[in-house]
């Protein structure tokens, strides 16, 4: 039986009222049954846009080879057509009690996490600017302004929670954006498999009120877009290269990692020596708050388990964030 809230919307959404309801109130049944349907719409929009945000399967049948130009095509519509369209802007923040907002707020993440995705965005549109291919750059556009709505989304939040935030630093367009987009995209690999375990590990706890998680779950699904649209991009532009530009190309990727371990290294000795720590790994920082009661062979489970959930709507043709999985694995068998 389908139960019916005080606002008149039964629980599958669908507005429902006493189909013979009479005056003297007439004029203000008909404003709360307008209300009712608008709001059911709405209702059913969000969640129709969240659906298409997590499943997508190109209509075109038929297998693609990894490089070719059907490959492009698909992994750059994969993105554009999983866009979420919701406003930061409108996002009705939960009221938190004062523990989960004491929680919320002591969490060394805040400044991180906006210059995260301030840079991701910069770095993502510079990019951009340079590919020729029109498909292409709209969907890295796309990427680049989703990077720069979830500085938006984070913004509003820590204004909702009275989170105060350090002046931010400049971006810097960089020098060598090819650079700065491997950067930004195997960065992404690391942190949102991290990411993907943590806010599971957040959601289990209790740590962050259910609420706020579901608020913020479409930034989380919107990473793991990103780095499925990396991961296929990385494997159709090695593949496009002519031969003898691709021993440099590895030579670049191989340097992007270095940095990327040398940079967590930092961070992780940052956090050692209690110094603040801002830079690129929110998910490393939240860690230790957030999964006391888990042991590290439980969380690198969850974050698998995470990661296959979070991947499994998309064309089972395109390829899945690999790497990073495979090094977790291995780590696995050392770890309890
Ligand atoms: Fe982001
Ligand atoms: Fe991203």
């Not at 532009?237 to 992007?256: E, I, M």
Request: hydrophobic residues 45%; aromatic residues 10%; negative net charge.
């Amino acid at each position: 039986m389908r139960r019916i809230a005080e606002d008149g919307i039964a629980q599958d959404g669908v507005a429902s009222f006493p189909d013979t309801q009479v005056s003297p109130h007439g004029q203000a049944t008909a404003e709360a049954r307008a209300a009712a349907v608008a709001a059911t719409i709405a209702r059913q929009a969000v969640d129709e846009a969240d659906h298409a945000m997590r499943n997508w399967t190109d209509p075109a049948p038929g297998p693609i080879r990894i490089g070719s130009p059907e490959h492009l095509r698909m992994f750059s519509n994969m993105l554009l057509q999983t866009h979420n369209p919701y406003k930061p802007a409108v996002i009705d923040w939960p009221k938190l009690a004062p523990d989960a907002l004491r929680r919320v707020t002591s969490l060394p993440i805040w400044d991180i996490a906006v210059q995260t995705e301030g840079r991701a965005s910069v770095r993502v549109h510079a990019f951009a600017n340079t590919v020729r291919d029109p498909l292409l750059r709209s969907a890295l556009e796309m990427d680049g302004d989703e990077e720069a709505r979830h500085k938006v989304v984070l913004s509003k939040l820590v204004e909702a929670y009275g989170i105060a935030l350090e002046p931010e630093p400049e971006y810097p367009v960089p020098a060598d954006p090819e650079w700065g987009w491997l950067a930004t995209g195997y960065s992404e690999c690391i942190d949102s498999f991290a990411a993907f375990g943590l806010f599971a590990a957040a959601r289990q706890s209790g740590f962050f009120p259910e609420e706020l998680v579901e608020t913020f779950e479409p930034v989380i699904q919107e990473e793991g877009r990103h780095i499925l649209f990396f991961v296929n991009w990385a494997a159709w532009y090695r593949r496009s290269l002519p031969w003898w530009r691709r021993p440099f190309y590895t030579l670049k990727v191989w340097r992007v990692w270095v940095h990327l371990i040398r940079e967590r290294i930092g961070i992780a000795k940052g956090i050692d020596t209690g110094d603040s720590v801002q830079d690129a790994n929110f998910p490393m920082n939240a860690s230790g708050a957030l999964t006391e009661s888990l042991t590290p062979g439980a969380l690198i489970d969850l974050c698998l388990v995470e990661n296959e959930r979070r991947m499994a709507g998309y064309d089972a043709r395109l390829l899945r964030p690999d790497f990073v999985p495979r090094i977790a694995r291995l780590v696995r068998r050392f770890v309890k």
